[in-house]
């Protein structure tokens, strides 16, 4: 593994470490923690999302602050890759539109998905209409960070092409 390899194995952890937290937290927030405290009274419910709000605050920027970094860093490196790597349409011009497309699309999204997450942690009186209707605002929020993961996944494939087995390895198989 050389010097550029070991770079991108670190922002690949930070950028899937901080999707698994963010999204985590957004599921576990949506299924676990409004079913339960809908059960509470208004004013005890209001005093536990605050104390939650508080802790989780650091959480969710320190994820949105690596997601955009690790983001951005991964964008600049893999950019050269899809232009040098014409696996799919044959025309290198076309992958490369079909990469950016992608990327500003999956970028647009990302952002509303940080404007969300924020909101809901928030106490701005900007954001109180997230709060006021979390469960509403928390799925449609899971849902686009879903969107999110799934385009980078078609991303990747751009450049790394498909899982699909050496050609010497599929002509050992016995079918
Ligand atoms: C909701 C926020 C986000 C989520 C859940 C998310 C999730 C992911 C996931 C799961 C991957 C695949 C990682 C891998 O297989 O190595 C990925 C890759 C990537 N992400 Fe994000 N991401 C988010 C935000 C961002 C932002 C804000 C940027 C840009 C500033 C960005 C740029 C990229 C790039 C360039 C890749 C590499 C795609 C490729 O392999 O060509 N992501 N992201």
Known sequence: MDSSDS???VLRWAHILAAV?????????????????????????DRIHDAIRRR????VIGAITLLLVSGLANFLLFNGRVKANPTFWGAT????????????????????????????VGRGTGTQWVRNDRAKWLSVTLALGV????????MRQLHTGPNSPPAAAAGNRVD
């Open 147 to 154: 969107v999110v993961v799934l385009m980078s996944g078609w």
């Open 56 to 59: 989780w605050l650091p959480w």
């Open 7 to 9: 770079v991108t194995l």
């Open 93 to 120: 011009w076309m992958q490369d539109a079909h990469y950016h497309i992608l990327f500003g699309v999956k970028f647009l999204i990302a952002m509303v998905v940080f404007y969300f997450a924020s909101a809901l």
């Open 21 to 45: 937290v963010a999204l985590g937290g957004l599921a576990f927030a949506r299924f676990g923690v409004v079913p339960a405290l809908a059960e509470l009274d208004a004013s005890t419910r």
